[in-house]
């Protein structure tokens, strides 16, 4: 496993992996190791030193930390020793492992072996025109960084489209730095693309971008940097893969979440019809050698290593028949990453449809949480996973409960079902559910026409939980056979009283009370659609406020639309039946739907869907 941290909970992305692990920050770090001349000191101000050498490997001959209680610990492969031992040490270059490095170097200068050079991560600092805040480095607006799966290859193409919503943060000028790496992680381009001045929409699609540069079919990824933000850091999208011949492929997933993580869950099993391929893509410099990746069934602990490297950057397909044969669905897969790759792709092909989700990330420093069975009375029913039930004339709705932390041992669940009006229809006790349990619940049995059901904690059977409750959520065309599938984890709803940071706001401390959710318009074959739920842990207001906001390219407001939801209750959304005809046609290519609400927090699904069978399935992004 990858020595590096990458993101914590309640700290957010460490910006310190995102300043080393950016592709122009490996160029230059390659070059900075091309100045270094034995033997070579590490000077580790900031505790760094593993992360450095895990990323870009180097031989270090000694190591020096200026803290008396990490002397002697070995670091970076490293026994570290006392920075007032450097003088003595005989090294012809000191590498002071810290960025704005210019009083460090000061202070140490007295403390040099004679003849050294001093050299600093400095010289691997981006451009300045990179940079959104110019006069602190490391300062995590400095790397709103993505990546994104993109293909233009086999018959299908991708298309990454969001808004300029650092906007409505007061941003100025944002434009993105993008870099296109093929499958075996070479440069197939690299360019900019500004963003409209206001919250406007914009969108990045694979056959623009072969057409541009002139490419051959590719299979890779997309790196991604905006520059120029406000307020966020992370940098949010929807994608869409649908086939470029107009076929029956369609479906859609969102961003691939920044932050490396060492396992990742939510991976299901083919049915015997089904082929599942992970699309394994490095997000480092660094090869991943060969038996760090592994597929385990979930529970068994029995994993079955990848026995070949990925090189930097490359992409590679993982047929998961290949190294579970004979796992059917409902299995569920666990993905073992060692910190080599941001939230992966699964794609599953069925007959002539092919279909594209993502896993998650699966916790590793979660601990049963022993007030959650106690929670008081104010959270009302406290962690909560909403999910819609599609109208059940056309569509079957089935979940499947999914382990998403290591110490997660059993998952004591009910399901609460709710039609469109809030009023509870049924509810059943799922059990406590071990590890390895493969259970996946076809919503038929409710016999409920439309609304959404919740996964929400219950422990009559005992069992432990710690508020990381995720599920996966598969919807089928009874007519053309079509597929979609999204995931997502638990959170505390509409309360005033908070717990642990939930109910999650988009900016700031909790609780988090109100709606901001991005709608994509569909084109001239789809509409697009989204499935808005009003979940609610206790009572709250009895019928939500609001408002679907129709925003053109630059982001100007073209259109408003009101809507009621009651509380516990859902509702679809059709832009092309909420607005007029003329209104979408000023919205244009880049407008989209804003879902606003001052009074509740929404949660909802987005897709496009067809004529032909075809639609797409994914849970919504707000900022």
């Known amino acids: 496993m990858l020595q590096i941290d990458t993101f914590d ?19 230059a770090i390659a070059r900075l190791y091309g100045r270094l001349q034995g033997p070579v000191a590490l000077y580790d101000p900031d505790g760094i030193a593993d992360a450095l050498i895990a990323l870009y490997p180097t031989l270090i001959d000694r190591l020096f930390v200026h803290d008396v209680t990490l002397v002697g610990q070995r670091r970076a492969g490293v026994t570290a020793g006392a920075l007032t031992d450097l003088t003595a040490s005989g090294c012809r270059t000191v590498l002071i492992a810290a960025f704005d490095a210019g009083r460090i170097a000061s202070r140490i200068a007295p403390m040099l072996p004679p003849g050294a050079s001093v050299l600093t991560l400095d010289e691997v600092r981006l451009p300045d025109a990179l940079l959104s805040n110019r006069d602190r480095y490391l300062d995590k607006l400095n790397f709103a960084t993505n990546f994104a799966f993109f293909r233009e290859a086999d018959g299908l193409s991708t298309r990454v ?3 300029n919503y650092w906007a409505s943060y007061g941003a100025g000028p944002v434009r993105l730095w993008l870099r296109l790496f093929d499958s075996g992680g070479a440069v197939l381009a690299t360019w900019e693309q ?13 056959r623009s971008v072969r057409e541009r540069f002139g490419l051959d079919p590719f299979i890779g990824q997309l790196f991604i940097h905006a520059v120029g933000v406000a307020g966020h850091d992370v940098v949010k999208y929807a994608l869409d893969t649908y086939a470029a ?41 660094v090869p991943i050698p060969a038996g760090s990746i592994a597929l385990d069934r979930m529970g068994a602990e029995q994993p079955v290593p990848l026995d070949q490297p990925v090189g930097p950057f490359a992409t590679v397909a993982l047929d998961v028949a290949d190294y579970l044969p004979g796992l059917r669905w409902p299995g569920q897969i666990e993905l073992r990453a060692g910190r080599h790759v941001v939230r992966p792709r699964y794609e599953v ?4 449809r092919v279909r594209i989700a993502h896993v998650n990330v699966e916790r590793d420093n979660l601990r049963p949480d022993p007030m959650i069975p106690t929670l008081p009375a104010e959270l009302g029913r406290g962690y909560i996973l909403p999910f819609p039930i599609l109208p059940k004339s056309r569509f079957r709705s089935i979940v499947q409960p999914t382990p998403m932390a290591t110490t997660q041992r ?11 009006a809030g009023i509870k229809r049924a509810e059943t006790f799922l059990g406590n559910l071990p590890r390895d349990r493969s259970l996946a619940l076809d919503l038929e049995q409710f016999d409920l026409e439309a609304g959404h059901a919740e996964l929400v904690y219950d422990f009559r059977d005992g069992g432990e939980a710690d508020g990381w409750l995720h599920a996966l959520f598969r919807y089928e065309d009874r007519h053309s056979g079509h597929v979609a599938e999204s995931s997502f984890g638990a959170h505390i709803f509409n309360t005033a009283m908070t717990y642990r940071d939930e109910p999650q706001s988009y900016a700031g401390p909790p609780p988090g009370l109100s709606t901001r959710l991005f709608l994509k318009l569909g084109d001239s074959r789809r509409h697009s659609f989204a499935a808005l739920i009003y979940p609610a842990s206790g009572p709250w207001h009895p019928v939500s406020a609001t408002i679907l906001q129709l925003h053109d390219g630059s982001g100007a407001m073209i259109a408003q639309a009101p809507l009621e939801i ?9 832009p092309h039946l909420a607005f007029d005809t003329a209104a979408l046609e000023a919205a244009g290519d880049g407008g989209y739907v804003l879902v606003r609400d001052p009074t509740c927090r929404l949660f909802g699904y987005h897709g496009l869907m067809d004529e032909a069978g075809g639609f797409s399935l994914d849970h919504m992004f707000g900022f």
């Open 194 to 206: 500004a963003l409209p001045a206001g919250p406007g929409g914009f969108s990045i699609d694979s």
């Open 349 to 352: 092909t069925r007959q002539d």
């Open 410 to 420: 059993d998952l004591p669940i009910r399901l609460d079902v709710f039609d469109q």
């Open 161 to 163: 489209a969001s808004a």
């Open 245 to 285: 011949d107009n076929g029956a492929s369609l479906s859609c997933t969102h961003d691939a979440n920044a932050w490396p993580s060492d396992r990742f869950a939510g991976l299901p099993a083919p049915r015997p019809d089904e082929k599942v391929v992970v699309w394994l893509q490095n997000s480092h410099a």
């Open 566 to 574: 009651a509380c516990s209750g859902s509702a679809m959304v059709w």
């Open 9 to 27: 909970a309640r700290a957010g992305g460490n910006v310190i992996y995102k300043a080393l692990a950016h592709p122009l920050a490996a160029e």
